[in-house]
């Protein structure tokens, strides 16, 4: 069992830098492949950014592209999303996600194994 506490959500204004933290109780992270998904108001939960557990690639959905920037400590016991540029549409309750197996399907909601319990960012134009 996993337990994934995600930190650094807040206010912040349009254009502002925001560093969302996620970390495993315990245990490192070395094994997982992580991601960060994120849900709006009224919309799905969404597909964010994602890391490999071995070569550490990345991925991000389109709309994040060039301003947000998923990593992970050398330890691997945390994993980060830096978030730039922020926008009025990225307002959203942030989820941090640790999937087993290969680092395949890591945009897949159905394929994380353990999740945190969000962290609410809330961007103002």
């Known amino acids: 069992q996993v337990q994934l506490v995600e930190s650094g959500g807040g206010l912040v204004q349009a254009g502002d830098s925001l560093r969302l933290s996620c970390a495993a109780s315990?245990?490192?992270?070395?094994?997982?492949?992580m991601g960060w998904f994120r849900q709006a108001p009224g919309k799905d939960r969404e597909f964010v950014a994602a890391?490999?557990?071995?070569?550490?690639?990345?991925e991000y959905a389109d709309s994040v592209k060039g301003r947000f920037n998923i990593s992970r400590d050398n330890a691997k016991t945390t994993v980060y999303l830096q978030m730039n540029s922020l926008k009025p549409e990225d307002t959203a309750v942030y989820y941090c996600?640790?999937?087993?197996?290969?680092?395949?399907?890591?945009?897949?909601?159905?394929?994380?194994?353990?999740w945190g319990q969000g962290t609410q960012v809330t961007v103002s134009s």
């Open positions: 996600a640790a999937k087993l197996g290969v680092s395949m399907w890591l945009r897949t909601i159905g394929s994380y194994d353990y």
């Open positions: 315990g245990r490192t992270l070395s094994s997982y492949s």
């Open positions: 890391i490999g557990r071995s070569r550490g690639s990345t």
